[in-house]
Structures are given as structure tokens and as C-alpha cells.
């Protein structure tokens, strides 16, 4: 697997840098089950505004698993800000997907001052929804796509490789013993995004985020299964920009 490694928090994290090296720091963690290249389609229009950082959660893709305790979401945070040291990123707009929007969040309530702005994409702190209605209301939000003459995205077998089989499954046992932390996220101060699929079961719990948060600006994106980056991957990087570009980083 192609990437640079650090070693925090004892584990050894694969992580990319991509963009101009002088580029405002974004830093992004992926949904469950996949790893850093699943953000490939987004990198084209990312990397021409942002320095992003990318990484494989521990225990996924070409990442190290470390003990079992660590497999929580405040870890993953944890390890994001390790990361973003060893990088030189003091802070950075932190933007997560799904199982990555969890990490996100934990990330804006223990990292707070490293944060410039806070992106929440295909969001809830619930237990997640069942995969086969998850499923169904993907392949409904794929039929409206391509009934608009949308060309669907291709994602490659690459992006859900990983190293450790057992540890990549225990990297998505994180939501387990969790609670949510929704109403947490009302101390949040800095400019944050949510968006949700239209067709994403997590919608209603996004809508809670979002009224919950203060300074949240909300999106339904249309067309859009859970996985926004596997159905849209241009209208996530999109917001991600011109979301940045409304709020500079203070």
C-alpha cells in the first residue's frame, strides 16, 4: 500500500498529504469499511484549495490495530490529533463521513482549540441503522442518479483493502459502548458543516446535529445514498470548499 507512515499513540498509522504544501490544513476520516483512497474522487477539487491529510483508522487499510481498548472513538480522535502533529498541522477544518463523522465529533469536544471549522457529513451518534435498509435506500438514490443521466461513481477494490481482517473489524466495533454525544455538541463554537443524504437513513439524526450545534450550517443532498462520496463525490468536495470559503479559518 502506497503512503507514508507515523507512529503514534502505539500504533502505526498510513497517512497521504495532498495538495500545495502552503494550502489551508484539512484533514479528513473515512467512513467505515474503507480506506484513505475512497477520498480519491473528492482529491481533484480538495487538493486545489486544501494541504489534506488523510489516514487509515488503526486497524484498517495499511494501518496497525494496537490493543483492544483503543478501538473507540475518542481514540480515533486522539490519533488524528497525533497525526496532525507529526504532520505540522496545528489546526486544521476536520471533516469526517459517516462512521468518520462519529470520530469528527469527538475530535471538535476533545480537540476543540485544533479545530478551524467542523464538517459533518452522513452524520449520526445513534446506533446505526440496519445495512439492508441502509442498502435499499441506496440503490433508490442510484436510480434517481442515473434517471438524471448521472454517470455513477466506479469505486475500485483497492479502497477496502486491509492489512488485518480482525482488526479492520474490530475498528467498527467503536460504536458499541458509546453514547451520544448530540447534545455534547451544543459547546461546539467554531463554523460547522453538516450534510446528509436525501436518501440516507442518518437524515433525521443529521437534522438533530444541526439544530443542536451552533454555528451548523445544514444540507440535504439530493440523489444521495449513506456513503455521500460513493454516490456524489463532486457535491461533497463542493461543499467542503465553498464551505470554507464562506468562513474563513479565524
Given amino acids: 500500500m502506497n503512503g507514508s507512515i507515523a ?9 497521504r498529504i495532498d495538495g500545495k504544501q502552503d494550502g489551508e490544513p484539512l484533514a479528513l476520516v473515512n467512513m467505515a469499511t474503507v480506506n484513505l483512497g475512497a477520498w ?84 449520526s451518534f445513534a446506533q446505526p441503522v440496519g445495512r439492508e435498509a441502509r442498502e435499499a435506500k441506496g440503490e433508490e438514490a442510484r436510480a434517481l442518479l442515473a434517471a438524471a443521466g448521472e454517470p455513477p461513481v466506479a469505486a475500485r477494490k483497492d479502497w477496502f483493502k486491509n492489512l488485518d481482517r480482525e482488526t479492520a473489524r474490530l475498528t467498527h466495533t467503536a460504536h458499541q459502548d458509546e453514547p451520544d454525544i448530540t447534545e455534547a455538541l451544543a459547546a461546539v463554537v467554531v463554523p460547522t458543516l453538516v450534510a446528509c443524504g436525501r436518501q440516507d437513513l442518518n437524515l433525521p439524526q443529521a437534522e438533530r446535529i444541526a439544530r ?6 445544514f444540507h440535504v ?18 461543499l467542503i470548499a465553498s464551505f470554507a470559503d464562506r468562513h474563513p479559518a479565524g
Wanted: aromatic content about 10%; hydrophobic content about 40%.
Fill in 7 to 15: 507512529e503514534v499513540n502505539g500504533v502505526r498509522l498510513r497517512y
Fill in 40 to 123: 480519491d474522487p473528492t482529491m481533484d477539487r480538495l487538493a486545489s484549495r486544501f494541504r489534506v491529510l488523510r489516514h487509515d483508522v488503526r486497524g484498517t487499510g495499511g494501518s496497525t490495530g494496537g490493543v483492544r481498548e483503543g478501538y473507540t472513538f475518542s481514540q480515533y480522535a486522539d490519533d488524528v490529533a497525533a497525526l496532525m502533529d507529526h504532520v505540522g498541522m496545528a489546526r486544521a477544518f476536520v471533516v469526517g463521513i459517516a462512521y468518520g463523522a462519529r470520530t469528527a465529533g469527538r475530535f471538535a469536544l476533545l480537540h476543540a482549540p485544533r479545530l478551524t471549522r467542523l464538517g459533518l457529513f452522513d452524520v
Fill in 212 to 217: 443542536t450545534v451552533p454555528e451548523a450550517e
Fill in 221 to 238: 443532498m439530493e440523489m444521495t445514498g449513506h456513503g455521500s462520496t460513493f454516490f456524489r463525490p463532486g457535491l461533497v468536495a463542493d
